[in-house]
């Protein structure tokens, strides 16, 4: 926690912004596997 607390408080933009990315793309691939479970079954 203190890590992140640290690297936040030098970068907070792009430490964000490369949170934001991932969370985006994991639930983007996570409505794809729904949609295609969804489908098979």
Do not use: T, W
């Amino acid at each position: 926690m203190v890590k992140i607390f640290n690297y936040r408080h030098y970068e907070p933009d792009s430490i964000f912004i490369i949170y934001l990315v991932g969370l985006f793309l994991s639930s983007i691939l996570l409505i794809v596997a729904v949609r295609r479970l969804s489908k098979k079954a």
